[in-house]
């Protein structure tokens, strides 16, 4: 089974405070995605990776950055947490299907969530 | 660009009942369409795709879909709840030029099952 994993479930931060959330799949995806998911406006694309040191901005990239130095590992940073940064925040992967023979079905898999609180 | 309205932010049905949950989409292009489902506390998972060929798909834990090209409608549909089916539904799009890369997700509809 494909598994990612989200280093912590909740966490709790200050104002001001440097945050990162790391991100790691073990089924060697290339592409990588962060969303933020709040309620009523469902999940919204922060950032996304195709390939090592490889990203592109999504629809709400402010405030955030991002980093993949190596396939497996996403890590999504937050360099001056805010208040209405608070939010839960998932990662997921997928494959890309451009080798190997397998086909692309286009499934992402998502990690259980990290919860982010700014106070 | 894409667009996914989920009119019903939450659906309350009694246990047994049928249910459909509404996706309606806007796009200038193809689109590959998804449902997923997110039960309380977890991440996503896919209930059900819609690539190409027969337009009613069928997928995990009984739930269907039926896609409809002139109506740009994608409405979920479980002839028999149950009370484990409590959870938040996301229906998502995907450009047909994309790769799969610019997934764009409705607000979600949340189904509340009641004994």
């Known amino acids: 089974d494909v598994k990612v994993t989200q280093s912590s479930r909740y966490l709790v931060k200050r104002t001001g405070e440097k945050v990162f959330l790391e991100c790691v799949q073990d089924m060697d995806h290339e592409n990588m995605f962060w969303y933020r998911q709040d309620p009523g406006l469902g999940l919204r694309l922060i950032y996304f990776?195709?390939?090592?040191?490889?990203?592109e901005k999504g629809d709400i990239p402010e405030g955030y950055s991002v980093s993949r130095e190596k396939k497996e590992r996403f890590s999504l940073i937050l360099e001056s947490a805010s208040t209405n940064q608070t939010s839960m925040y998932l990662c997921?992967?997928?494959?890309?299907?451009?080798?190997?023979?397998?086909?692309?079905?286009?499934?992402?898999?998502f990690g259980e969530g990290s919860r982010l609180t700014v106070l | 660009a894409q667009s996914v309205t989920q009119l019903d932010s939450q659906v309350p049905v009694f246990e047994e009942a049928p249910v459909e949950l509404r996706c309606n989409y806007s796009?200038?292009?193809?689109?590959?369409l998804f449902w997923y489902v997110q039960y309380p506390n977890q991440g996503l998972q896919l209930l059900l795709k819609y690539l190409s060929g027969s337009t009613l798909v069928k997928g995990i834990n009984g739930f269907e879909a039926e896609f409809n090209k002139s109506q740009t409608s994608f409405h979920l549909r479980k002839p028999s709840v149950h009370i484990s089916d409590t959870a938040e539904y996301f229906c998502?799009?995907?450009?047909?030029?994309?790769?799969?890369?610019?997934?764009?997700f409705g607000t979600g509809t949340r189904l509340l099952v009641s004994p």
């Open positions: 998502a799009v995907s450009p047909r030029n994309t790769g799969f890369q610019k997934l764009v």
């Open positions: 997921a992967s997928s494959f890309t299907g451009l080798a190997g023979g397998k086909a692309n079905t286009g499934e992402l898999f």
């Open positions: 796009s200038s292009v193809s689109v590959y």
């Open positions: 990776s195709y390939d090592v040191k490889m990203k």
